[in-house]
């Protein structure tokens, strides 16, 4: 019984002073760590699989419900993993813990959410020079195809008043997306 009780407080003692470790650097091929049970980079984004999804305190489902998505597809940043649990933090900077199976690979990103107004060019070409396809407004969610490491090529569809959707396709400038990081290079 005294093993169990010890080994107990040692499984206490690591979980919580093991947290720190789980440091938020930029991903960068340097600094970026591998995790234990995914093998994939830590930090890395991805997005919400469905909605509504709670995010817990802790990882497991004995944990409190820290704050729920109500939108899919939302970007997300996976800061540590614990076993099949990632702890993510959101645009806000709000983290909590969710299951592996809630959280899919596919990138997205929220468009200028620091922004209050003013939009974002969507253009025809990678070059910040090009032609001008769309406005986008802030906080617009998209989907990321590719990023050179100065801009994304990214899609969306809007639906217009009318109730007709439109899709666009185009490229924006990769500061101005949160859900990739900066210079960050994919296809």
């Known amino acids: ?3 169990f009780i010890s080994l107990r407080l040692l499984l206490v003692l690591v979980l919580a002073l093991g947290a720190p470790a789980f440091s938020v650097t930029p991903l960068l091929a340097q600094n970026a760590q591998t995790g234990a049970a995914s093998g994939l980079p830590i930090p890395r984004f991805v997005s919400m699989r469905n909605a509504p999804t709670n995010v817990r305190v802790g990882p497991g489902t004995n944990y409190d419900i820290a704050f729920t998505f109500l939108r899919p597809g939302v970007p997300v ?3 540590a993993e614990f076993d099949t649990w990632r ?6 900077g709000d983290e909590g813990w969710v299951h ?10 929220l468009v200028a ?20 396809r769309a406005w986008l407004s ?11 490491g100065t801009a994304c090529e990214i ?4 639906t217009g008043p009318d109730g007709r959707a439109t899709s ?7 500061e101005t997306l949160w859900g990739v990081y900066e210079g960050e290079v994919f296809d």
């Open 100 to 109: 592996q199976n809630l959280v899919v690979g596919d990138r997205t990103a």
């Open 87 to 92: 702890r993510i933090r959101d645009v806000e």
């Open 113 to 132: 959410p620091w922004r209050q107004e003013g939009p974002v060019a969507l253009r025809v070409a990678t070059s910040p020079d090009s032609a001008v």
């Open 155 to 158: 899609g969306l569809s809007h």
């Open 77 to 79: 940043e996976i800061t």
């Open 1 to 3: 019984m005294r093993f």
């Open 168 to 174: 666009y396709q185009g490229f924006v400038a990769q």
């Open 138 to 148: 802030p906080n617009m969610l998209v989907s990321v195809r590719t990023c050179t």
